[in-house]
Each structure stands twice: as structure tokens, then as C-alpha cells.
């Protein structure tokens, strides 16, 4: 166990729904990041929150947006879905959100899109 | 950008046999390079990491080193068992850009008892 706690572990949806992905951090974790796993695509950066302000972003679509609440946990949200949206969405929590900490991955969201 | 590319994409080995995963990277800023371990269906776990002030670093069966000059680091595992068979992910990230990490594409580890 991680300690970074992810909800849900499936979501099955529709091609234009929107759905939200949350994260919990692990006690103490100030930073918060994104990942997407694709089969094609690995293990790909969407976007980094620190204490509730955005600190970098990766190769996010303009349909996907991400905030992090004042008790630190966050959120992704997913709109206007299509097909290729379908992955595992990881979220992993650092210390501080400098480049030498150590990430700690949650177990993933799986999105499938019919 | 960072980009991180990763060799080989498969290998296998026999039980007991050492197994060496490579990776090079082409930010000469990247200061830490993390190795993931995850199993099928499972989240990424880490297994053990270098900082670009180290040149390796040793946790029982697993090394790691790092070469700055020729931007490329290693994973060295001994004694292989079946329980190492998984995909491996090396990573690395940029001082002063968060702490986002850049991926490797993954090698399928595969022990053969």
C-alpha cells in the first residue's frame, strides 16, 4: 500500500460524457501528479499540483483540466471523451514537488470508453 | 523536451542469472532518475533511485549506477527470481522544472525458473 488512495478503480462511459478522477495523497505529501498509461503511448505526464497551485504541465488536452483542494487532495476531469481517452490514470504525491523526491503511485483509475 | 529511451524493450533471463536494463537521457539538467517496477495490473512501484551527485547505488539485489558525462543509467539486478518478472520503467526529471517524470517506454522482464 502507497499510502496514495485513487476513486474509482473503473469507470466504464460513453464517447462526450465527462467523468471526474480523484486522488488522496499520502500524510504529509504537499505535491500531486498525473500520469496516463496507454499501451501505445507508456507512462505519460499530464500535470503537477504543489499545495494547491499548479507547478507543471505536461502534455495535457485542453478537454482535461485538474485542481487541488485545500486538504491537498485533487482531481482530474475528463470531458468531451472520445475513444483514445481510454487508460489507466495514475495519480502519485511527493513530499515537496522538487525534482529529486521520490513519487509514490496510487492504484490507478481505469477508464474504458464505449 | 526530456526524453528518455530505454533498452531493450523485452528480455529474459533464467533464474538465477543477472539481468541489465539501460536507459539514456537528453536533458543534461535531469537530476534524478527513478526505476519502477510494476507488475500486470498494477501501479508503478518504486524500486530504488539515483541523485546525479551519485554515481550508484546498491540495495541488495538491485543497482543502479550513472554516467553524467555520456547521459545514460542502468539497472542491474542479480540472483534473478520469478518474482522479478515484470515490466521495468526507468525515469528521469529536470532540476528546477517540479518534479514531473519522464518515462522510458519499459522492458518485460521475463525469469525463467
Known amino acids: 500500500d502507497s499510502g496514495v488512495t485513487q476513486t474509482p478503480k473503473h469507470l466504464i462511459t460513453a464517447t462526450g460524457q465527462r467523468v471526474t478522477l480523484r486522488c488522496s495523497p499520502r500524510s504529509g505529501d504537499l505535491s500531486v501528479y498525473w500520469y496516463q498509461q496507454s499501451l501505445d503511448q507508456g507512462l505519460q505526464f499530464l500535470i503537477q499540483?504543489?499545495?494547491?497551485?499548479?507547478?507543471a504541465k505536461g502534455n495535457i488536452l485542453e478537454r482535461f483540466s485538474a485542481q487541488q483542494f485545500p486538504d491537498l487532495h485533487s482531481e482530474l476531469n475528463l470531458s468531451s471523451l472520445e475513444l483514445g481517452d481510454s487508460a489507466l490514470y495514475f495519480c502519485?504525491?511527493?513530499?515537496?514537488?522538487?525534482?529529486?523526491?521520490?513519487?509514490?503511485f496510487g492504484d490507478g483509475t481505469r477508464l474504458s470508453i464505449l | 523536451g526530456e526524453n528518455v529511451e530505454q533498452h531493450p524493450s523485452t528480455l529474459s533471463v533464467q533464474e538465477g542469472d543477472s539481468a541489465v536494463i539501460k536507459c539514456t537521457y537528453s536533458d543534461s539538467a535531469s537530476n534524478y532518475f527513478p526505476w519502477y517496477k510494476q507488475e500486470l495490473g498494477k501501479r508503478p512501484q518504486l524500486i530504488i533511485d539515483i541523485r546525479s551527485n551519485v554515481g550508484e547505488k546498491k540495495d541488495q539485489r538491485i543497482a543502479v549506477t550513472l554516467n553524467k558525462t555520456a547521459k545514460h543509467f542502468s539497472l542491474h539486478i542479480t540472483e534473478t527470481q520469478p518474482e522479478d518478472s515484470a515490466v521495468y520503467f526507468c525515469?528521469?526529471?529536470?532540476?528546477?522544472?517540479?518534479?514531473?517524470?519522464?518515462f522510458g517506454q519499459g522492458t518485460e522482464l521475463s525469469v525463467k525458473p
Open positions: 502519485a504525491s511527493s513530499g515537496t514537488g522538487l525534482s529529486n523526491q521520490p513519487q509514490h
Open positions: 525515469a528521469a526529471s529536470i532540476l528546477n522544472q517540479g518534479g514531473k517524470l519522464i
Open positions: 499540483y504543489y499545495n494547491g497551485e499548479e507547478r
